[in-house]
């Protein structure tokens, strides 16, 4: 008898983003609420991703951490047509995974660590303000990227668009103003607005 994969992490977090992931799917699946605190240090846990960070993956035999790559894995698995059929649309879905852990998500961390880590009478505006500035650049590759084009790759939904929505989360989370890139704002509103990432943050 098979088992059913295993997902580890909460959805208020980054984890978010293999929740919604292994949602997209529609497979069955166990989900086992491990926050970032002292759970995600155990040694139960650590056997399972040694570095003590959300999310995880067992499949099997496979025990796999680091959110895209989880997502890659369960859209080529299970996940049909969100995963690209052809090459080179499969390496575009790679590029834009990693490019939006690399450009994207440490300048929105920044953010994130001023608004919600850090104490008010210690924030310091500049580091939001130089971070605010710097996704201008990446926003205007998107921006240019989704012109004329509804999503990242074809004419539907792919995991291309899964990773990189899930990673820009945490711009909405934050209430971040990308209202003057158009094509951005369109493309984001749609992937929010799907039904996967409403039961994923029904989630514990």
């Not at 983003?17 to 609420?33: F, L, Q, S």
């Not at 859209?75 to 490019?99: C, N």
């Not at 104490?119 to 989704?146: H, I, N, S, Y």
Request: net charge negative; aromatic share 10%.
């Amino acid at each position: 008898m098979m088992t059913k994969p295993k997902l580890f992490g909460i959805s208020d977090s980054r984890a978010i983003r293999a929740i919604w992931g292994i949602e997209e799917t529609g497979i069955d699946y166990e989900h086992v609420p491990v926050s970032y605190g002292a759970d995600s240090k155990a040694d139960d846990y650590l056997a399972v991703n040694p570095n003590g960070r959300i999310p995880a993956l067992i499949d099997g035999d496979l025990q796999l951490f680091e959110s895209m790559a989880i997502n890659l894995y369960l859209a080529r698995r299970y996940g049909g047509a969100l995963y690209p059929a052809a090459a080179a649309d499969e390496a575009r879905a790679w590029q834009w995974s990693v490019w939006a852990i690399s450009e994207v998500e440490p300048l929105q961390m920044q953010i994130v660590i001023q608004k919600f880590f850090t104490p008010e009478d210690k924030r310091d505006p500049r580091v939001t303000e130089r971070a605010t500035k710097g996704l201008q650049r990446p926003l205007q590759v998107l921006d240019a990227a989704l012109d004329g084009r509804d999503w990242l790759l074809g004419d539907a939904f792919s995991v291309a668009d899964l990773n990189v929505a899930s990673v820009m989360y945490l711009m909405k989370m934050i209430r971040f103003d990308y209202s003057g890139f158009a094509n951005v704002q369109r493309w984001a509103d749609a992937c929010y607005a799907r039904p996967a990432l409403a039961r994923a943050l029904a989630r514990p």
